[in-house]
């Protein structure tokens, strides 16, 4: 992966970017800044693994006050800008066929609140999201398909609120995983590996 800065509404924003192979295209976002959540996860590297294996793109940065990014935490309303100029970053300067939207934990309900501000996202990928942060009750459902991963042992993820909406969210539980998915990296992937490549 290539080491690019991005110019955010707080300042540089650091990333990282692998080409892609196909057109399409996938940014990752990263878990909470305040708990040591950064683009090098372990788990958004299950999720970057599984993506490559598609031929997708892939920009993982960091988010405002993490590493070498300007700003500090906004408790997700700066983070999700930030999303946004990643994003206009990667229309600019790749002009993706296809675009899709990945994050873990935080980096979930930060891409669950920019994809209705972009025109060109056909996938949500949702790993672990925390309810609290994501206003469900809403009744707004996105168009496109979003794909809900996450441990039925996670206390943060209320699976129940997903399946309620089969029509709005395809749900992948994982049996006894965690919202850390300890132990359980190979069936994150394997959650990961059917998705339609479209």
Known sequence: MNAVTIAGP???LEAIVAPSQSGRWAVLCHPHSLYGGSMHDAVL???DDALAAKGCGRVRFNFRGVGTSAGRFDDGAGETEDLLAV?????????????????????ASVAWRAHSRLANVERLILVAPPNAMLNLDDGVRPAMPVTVIAGDADPYCALAAFEAAPDAFDVRPIAGADHFFAGQWDALAAALADLPPS
């Open 10 to 12: 707080a300042g540089p």
């Open 45 to 47: 590297d299950v999720v």
């Open 87 to 107: 994003c206009a970053w990667l229309a600019a300067e790749h002009a993706p066929a296809t675009l899709w939207l990945a994050g873990y934990s935080f980096g």
